[in-house]
């Protein structure tokens, strides 16, 4: 029972991401992509001024974090990007579960210090070890660069994004250099890269490819459909589709486009931080940008209990989505709430206003 219930546990603490290089973008701009998956379903986005600790930095945060001490994805004012994914497949050793889960302070250390990939890795080599932490960290800096760093408590394996030949480097709960055949997110990992390919094959992923389509996705790899489409009166069980009850948040960092000048001083000023709170097939979009006035109110953690009203309103959708609300209700999607005839579904209203947030934005700031 006790091996189970750690299982359960770890397999509900998920979350399916990417590393996209500047060449796979018709922006020419890296990016970061985390749909996130954690039982801390409130979120908040808040920016964190620089100080004696370092760089100022924005990020997301659990709504519960008052003092903004685990941040769980974000950029900072000179370019540096960092995300994570949970790994189960890395960890060798007894150190307890009251010591682990130190990534989001591992996180907030980086955006403090960290301008280059390079300075991640030495940030690392400096930790004391047992470091805490069994994870992927995903980082890109303003030089275009980009790696999976993949991490336990004494060392880390490091993979470049220059050495892939697609360009991108994808990753759920499992690392490729860890232990074979364990982990979760093996059928996230193999949707995220179906939808992925075509656009990469030519030169289009976007951001809004990354929160419009992923995220709100219900392929399944192993069924080799969208489960969604052409039931729409129906119900789906919610198994291994990159959207899942416990995702709270869908988020792209874009970087700058590559300088062969090399990094310059507050590159964080170009980076745009796409962010949609809640559960992602029904959030809204919200572009973020560096500085005290870059985050829109409503992400921010202004509400009772540090909630925000962006995330709020996504759970009242999800509730929707998923109205049974006893027993195993959390496993059942209802698609009418998705997509129905009379084209109100969250699918078929939500992306298109969306698509219209990236549109106005990029018109209006047309010299980035």
Request: proline share 6%; with cysteine.
């Amino acid at each position: 029972m006790i091996c189970f219930l750690i299982g359960f546990f770890q397999n509900s603490n998920a979350c399916t991401s990417a590393i996209i290089g500047a060449e796979l973008s018709p922006y020419g701009r890296p990016m970061l992509w985390k749909h996130r998956d954690t039982s801390n379903i409130d979120n908040k986005v808040e920016y964190v001024a620089p100080g004696p600790e370092g760089y100022g930095y924005t990020g997301l945060f659990n709504a519960s974090d008052k003092l903004l001490k685990e941040c769980w994805t974000g950029f900072n004012s000179e370019g540096f990007a960092i995300m994570n994914t949970a790994s189960y497949n890395l960890k060798d050793d007894k150190v307890p579960e009251k010591d682990m889960d130190k990534e989001g302070f591992v996180m907030t250390k980086a955006l403090r210090s960290c301008v280059t990939v390079d300075d991640f890795a030495r940030l690392l080599d400096s930790l004391p070890r047992p470091m805490g932490v069994e994870a992927n960290f995903g980082v890109i800096d303003a030089t275009g660069a980009g790696a999976y760093f993949e991490t336990n408590n004494h060392s880390y394996i490091r993979i470049d994004l220059k050495d892939s030949p697609d360009h991108m480097l994808v990753r759920t709960n499992y690392s490729h250099c860890g232990r074979p055949n364990e982990g979760y997110g093996f059928v996230r990992e193999a949707n995220a890269l179906h939808l992925l390919r075509p656009a990469a094959e030519n030169n289009d992923i976007t951001p809004e490819y990354l929160t419009e389509v992923l995220s709100r996705s219900f392929y399944h790899s192993m069924m080799d459909k969208d489960m969604a489409e052409g039931t729409e009166d129906g119900w789906i069980i919610d198994q291994d589709f990159i959207p899942r009850f416990k995702s709270c948040a869908t988020i792209v960092i874009e970087g700058c486009s590559p300088s062969e000048k090399g990094i310059t001083k507050h590159a964080g000023k170009d980076y745009v931080m796409w962010t949609g709170l809640g559960y992602p097939p029904v959030a809204d979009i919200y572009p973020v940008v560096e500085g005290p006035d870059g985050v829109n109110p409503d992400l921010r953690g202004t509400q009772a209990n540090g909630h925000s009203k962006a995330s709020d309103l996504s759970k009242k959708r999800r509730d929707e989505v998923f109205p049974k609300h006893y027993g195993n209700g959390d496993k059942y999607i209802k698609l009418s709430r998705l997509r129905n005839p009379e084209g109100t579904g969250y699918l078929q209203t939500i992306p298109k206003q969306n698509l219209s947030i990236y549109q106005k934005f990029r018109e209006n700031n047309q010299s980035k």
